[in-house]
């Protein structure tokens, strides 16, 4: 095997199972660069002052820009971080995956428009697409309207509401005039129900004649009493023809909880759905194949396989220094007398290079992957019996010494509490005092006083909610017939960057921060049943250091680059547009490396698009050789072409 197919996904990390606090018998695989799409040696982008062509397209007919957070005064004081997540900053240009010369939007009627802007005059034009799709202008309970393209011919579209469209594009014969209208037929309208309403459609897919449909929207719980609390739901809706008339086939539901998606796709045999999200998700309902009650517990967080309960408290703490981490179990926790006393010959501690298993009395409390790899030979555990509580105590040492590990096992650690230890308690301490000795006067305006009414203190649920972006970001593979989670990989050491169709034939693909870097991955399909060797994603590019250059881009609102990869775009709420464009090829010009002398033979480049005006810009598509921004009363289009020369 070439040691390139030894980079990309398909080896499992290890031939241990996962926790079976989860019960999904998922393979867990690590994300493992290509080493040969990767170039340590990379020495930054240099600043460019060439400009771009531009064109500039005036909409008589303004984008539909409503939103329905900033619409909904009445409801914000309800609004979590899940609804600014889900609703906050769309991009409201649609692409075409399936075809290169136009993008499509919605206007302030709501009627369909579409930019054609790969002309033989490169000066992009625009037309109204007649359709019979009836979407209300005066709901204020609707949220942006969503539409994904199955096909050359057939689209999905979402009203923001309850109603789903999928229609036919009948596209006449080309002619010299690209502006010839088309003709949208309606095939299905299928009407929501509450509380499934005002969401977005994630994705579609139309596979061995059914239509599959992914919707996600923000519910409240059924346990909510006087402060609302909301879940995360996706409906898998699948159509079929059934005697010339498309009827609803299946419903599924998958509950992500409290965490928002970063990614959602279909595979492209619609037997599962890829997942990128903090925490976990599971199915929980099923029109076709009920849900079995006990996977349906076992899924649930911090449940512990005990013979007389379901144990949701937390029941362990840990702490680290620079050489190890020791943690400390609570076992009078899972007695079911609390007058026994536990002996050594009770508990069994399996360890492993970076796995844990603990075992009391016949069952599993505690296991998963750790963190990070530790020493086997040099780690240890003991009990500590006081008068009150049974104590397991472990003093695992670290495999890379000095490496801070940001939380104790991969899978949801959630019944655990972190505990600085007290070393750090008290350079904390010293830290708060030196800093507030060396504040002799007070500053004119303190951030309490710039602070306003919507700046306030986050509450426990929202908090939680943006602590498990950090801590449990997991990609995840949800089969939909056996309700089971079959692969999964941790990208908490990298960031949900964008995602971006590769392939038009292809879930789209995503790109991670690893290090420094961008790396673009493509999911593929899964063969049923999967072998252990199953390459279901593979690293398809790399933009040199833009993990670092966009984590300096303070009011960046979209990130996007063309299917062939050749450039990568960051663009700010308002104005700006940063492009980088690396390996470009420079024979016309003799470049050398001051320090070394080295020949430089390739240069990237960083390109700064400013716009005539500072209004705020609502959607992006980057082709191959040309980027489109659109904001409410202009459509921009800039050629990006490489320089081949």
């Not at 919707?215 to 346990?223: F, I, K, P, Q, R």
């Not at 509450?459 to 972006?469: K, L, P, R």
């Not at 995602?499 to 593929?524: E, Y």
């Not at 700006?576 to 390739?602: A, F, I, N």
Request: hydrophobic share 35%.
């Amino acid at each position: 095997m070439s040691s390139a197919s030894l980079m990309e996904i398909g080896e499992e990390s290890s031939q241990i199972r996962p926790s079976p606090r989860q019960q999904d018998n998922a393979q867990w695989f690590d994300l493992h660069p290509n080493r040969e799409l990767l170039n340590p040696s990379f020495e930054g982008y240099k600043l460019s002052l060439d400009g771009f062509v531009q064109y500039k397209l005036e909409l008589h007919n303004k984008l539909d820009t409503y939103n329905f957070i900033e619409s909904n005064e009445s409801k914000q004081k309800f609004l979590l971080y899940q609804h600014l997540k889900l609703f906050g900053m769309p991009n409201l240009l649609v692409a075409n995956q399936f075809d290169d010369s136009c993008l499509y939007f919605f206007d302030s009627e709501l009627r369909l428009n579409r930019v054609v802007y790969n002309l033989p005059k490169l000066v992009p034009q625009r037309c109204v697409v007649p359709t019979n799709l009836k979407l209300n202008l005066e709901n204020f309970e609707r949220t942006a309207v969503t539409m994904k393209f199955v096909n050359e011919t057939t689209a999905v579209v979402f009203d923001g509401f309850s109603s789903l469209y999928i229609v036919q594009i009948d596209v006449p014969t080309k002619s010299e005039n690209p502006l010839v209208a088309e003709n949208w037929n309606i095939l299905l309208k299928w009407d929501l129900s509450q509380p499934e309403t005002t969401c977005v459609l994630k994705d579609a897919l139309f596979y061995n004649g059914l239509f599959h449909c992914l919707l996600l929207n923000v519910v409240e719980t059924a346990d909510s009493k006087s402060t609302p609390k909301f879940e995360t739901l996706l409906n898998w809706l699948t159509f079929e023809n059934k005697n010339s008339q498309w009827t609803l086939k299946r419903k599924r539901k998958i509950n992500c909880f409290s965490s928002v998606p970063e990614y959602v796709s279909l595979e492209t045999n619609g037997q599962s759905v890829f997942i990128v999200a903090p925490n976990y998700s599971k199915f929980v309902y099923d029109s076709e194949k009920p849900i079995s009650e006990s996977k349906s517990l076992a899924s649930k967080p911090c449940t512990v396989q005990m013979e007389t309960e379901n144990f949701s408290e937390k029941f362990y703490s840990w702490s680290q220094t620079n050489e190890e981490v020791n943690v400390k179990i609570r076992l009078d926790l899972h007695k079911k007398d609390s007058v026994e006393k536990v002996f050594k010959s009770d508990v069994n501690v399996n360890l492993k290079h970076d796995f844990i298993q603990i075992i009391f009395r016949d069952n599993i409390i505690l296991s998963g992957h750790l963190s990070s790899v530790i020493k086997l030979d040099e780690s240890s555990w003991f009990l500590t019996n006081l008068e009150t509580s049974d104590y397991l105590e472990l003093n695992l040492v670290k495999g890379n010494a000095g490496q801070i590990w940001q939380f104790f096992m991969k899978d949801q650690d959630q019944c655990g509490e972190y505990k600085l230890d007290e070393e750090q308690n008290f350079a904390n301490k010293m830290l708060a005092e030196t800093l507030a000795k060396s504040s002799e006067s007070k500053s004119l305006f303190t951030l309490e006083q710039q602070l306003e009414e919507c700046d306030g203190m986050m509450d426990e649920q929202q908090m939680a909610n943006v602590e498990n972006e950090e801590l449990f970001m997991m990609l995840r593979r949800m089969d939909g017939n056996t309700h089971d989670c079959t692969h999964k990989s941790f990208v908490n050491d990298t960031k949900f960057l964008f995602d971006v169709h590769l392939n038009a034939n292809k879930p789209p693909a995503l790109c991670l921060r690893h290090d420094v870097d961008g790396i673009v991955w493509q999911p593929h399909r899964v063969s049923h049943p999967a072998p252990s060797e199953t390459i279901w994603l593979t690293h398809e590019h790399t933009f040199y250091a833009f993990g670092y250059v966009q984590a300096s881009k303070q009011e960046a609102k979209f990130r996007s680059c063309p299917p062939d990869c050749s450039y990568v775009a960051v663009v700010d709420t308002k104005k700006h547009v940063y492009v980088y464009k690396q390996s470009l090829d420079k024979s016309d010009t003799e470049l050398k490396h001051r320090k070394t002398g080295k020949l430089v033979t390739q240069v990237a480049k960083q390109f700064l698009i400013s716009l005539d005006n500072d209004a705020e810009i609502y959607g992006i598509y980057c082709a191959n050789d040309y980027l489109i921004l659109m904001q409410r009363d202009f459509c921009y289009m800039f050629k990006i072409s490489v320089d081949r020369n």
